[in-house]
């Protein structure tokens, strides 16, 4: 329950599926006596003469011809490379590796049905921390990445912009982990993000001008925003942080870097706080175990506290089986700016159904007595969140996602449906079909309050967004 626009959530369905086979390089054949095999078009006894080793030489090539003369090093390095008719007959050996062997394992096969759907190599991803710190010699990590998207449509949540290309998250955060593995243990982290994400990401929460909500980082629809910024100190198993930190509630968080979908989804949106200012303390019981447990200022607050805000907020994290994972997270008490007398939770299971699908589940529910933003005072809402994903290899990945969101006894839906398409290590393409449906005539009266439009529903959505990391 931002400051947008809004609808809900519906039936769900998904599929993901499709493998490649791979195409094994055909196997060498013996070449006839006195028959010519073309290498570039050569006869056999024109190839170059054998060189022996140069023991001097550091090179792993053993043949005596240099890169100009229109061979290849490291296919030529290849020891029958010369000799079977298979590689010296395969056009594009003088020009990559594949017809002896690469590193995809897709032998000849390279291409459309080699490697798209089969192995893919993403090759090690540059980071600007190895730039900074090429040594490691350093404990803290600085890195970030950069979204740009375009949404054909407002879906009254974060893509408000619609048909524009957008810098959504110039995103740089700074993190020292804080390790008690072998006693006291500090750190730390602060982040900065840039774009039209930012007034989503504020601490909106606040009272007006404190911090980084309405304090003139606004610019038009971009602005600036601090989302966290706070100290830890861990011991052994126990790790506390202090500050301004993100909310441990839901599936779906602000990074666009840690979500499937480009899209948001209402619950997100609607019923979980972002961020918090506060102590959070977490110890992991075992390894099967994680407990939460804090006090904050309510919900959204940096460095402020509006009203009486007063609120815990924790939790537990069970890993059930090899295959199933459970986290239970609730926040309780004065929750600031969206009411007093609130209890909020958040249920997330994520079960591994095979080696490439995986099912998560997740419900939200909310109840807040004296809400300045909803009509009469009461803020109830209720939230189920279903997603499927299937697992081509590193390159690709397919989902569905199928949202059903109550309030004020009204329901409104959305599904939707995308690829991940990673064609580098340091490079992710997110495009997505999206619908948003309600089957009542009127929003919710709270979405009214909040400024909703019912043009935001019943609509097909195209959006699509690039992130680049770094």
């Not at 062997?101 to 190599?121: H, K, V």
């Not at 072998?182 to 001008?209: I, K, M």
Request: with cysteine; aromatic share 14%; hydrophobic share 35%.
């Amino acid at each position: 329950m931002k400051r947008h626009a809004l609808a809900g959530l519906t039936a769900f369905a998904v599929a993901g599926y499709a493998a490649a086979d791979q195409v094994a390089q055909p196997a060498s054949v013996a070449p006839a006596p006195l028959q010519y095999e073309t290498y570039y078009n050569q006869p056999v006894d024109t190839l170059p003469s054998v060189a022996p080793p140069n023991p001097a030489s550091s090179s792993d090539v053993t043949y005596g011809v240099t890169p100009s003369s229109g061979y290849e090093p490291s296919c030529l390095a290849e020891p029958n490379c010369a000799v079977e008719p298979n590689c010296a007959a395969e056009p594009s050996c003088g020009i990559e590796d594949a017809c002896c062997g690469d590193a995809c394992g897709c032998g000849s096969t390279c291409g459309l049905g080699g490697c798209l759907l089969g192995d893919c190599c993403l090759g090690d991803p540059w980071t600007l921390d190895s730039y900074l710190d090429p040594c490691d010699s350093c404990d803290w990590t600085v890195a970030g990445w950069m979204q740009f998207g375009y949404s054909s449509a407002n879906d009254g949540v974060f893509n408000t912009h619609p048909d524009h290309f957008d810098a959504q998250q110039m995103y740089l955060y700074a993190e020292k982990v804080a390790d008690g593995s072998c006693g006291w243990g500090f750190g730390g982290r602060v982040d900065v993000l840039y774009g039209t994400d930012a007034q989503n990401t504020q601490s909106f929460g606040n009272n007006p001008g404190n911090f980084d909500y309405q304090n003139g980082w606004d610019h038009g629809v971009y602005g600036w925003a601090m989302p966290q910024l706070y100290a830890e100190a861990a011991y052994g198993d126990l790790s506390v942080k202090v500050g301004h930190f993100y909310t441990l509630l839901g599936y779906q968080v602000v990074p666009a870097t840690g979500n499937f979908f480009y899209s948001i989804p209402y619950t997100f949106n609607f019923s979980e706080a972002f961020t918090h200012t506060g102590a959070l303390a977490t110890y992991n019981a075992s390894d099967e175990l994680t407990l939460y447990g804090g006090w904050t200022a309510g919900w959204d607050t940096g460095f402020d506290q509006f009203g009486g805000g007063s609120s815990f907020l924790g939790g537990a994290s069970v890993q059930a089986t090899d295959d199933v994972a459970v986290t239970y997270i609730l926040t309780a008490g004065d929750l600031g700016w969206i009411g007093n007398n609130g209890y909020t939770h958040s249920i997330v299971a994520i079960a591994d159904l095979s080696d490439k699908m995986q099912y998560v589940f997740q419900s939200d529910v909310v109840g807040v007595d004296n809400s300045v933003n909803a009509n009469g005072g009461h803020y109830d809402t209720i939230g189920i969140n279903q997603y499927l994903f299937y697992t081509f290899n590193d390159c690709w990945k397919a989902g569905a996602r199928v949202e059903w969101w109550k309030a004020d006894g009204v329901s409104v839906n959305e599904m939707a449906y995308g690829l991940n398409y990673r064609p580098m290590a340091n490079v992710l393409l997110r495009p997505e079909i999206r619908y948003n449906w309600s089957p009542s005539d009127n929003l919710p009266n709270v979405l009214t309050a909040l400024g909703q439009d019912q043009a935001y529903l019943n609509q097909t959505i195209f959006a699509m967004d690039l992130i680049l990391t770094f």
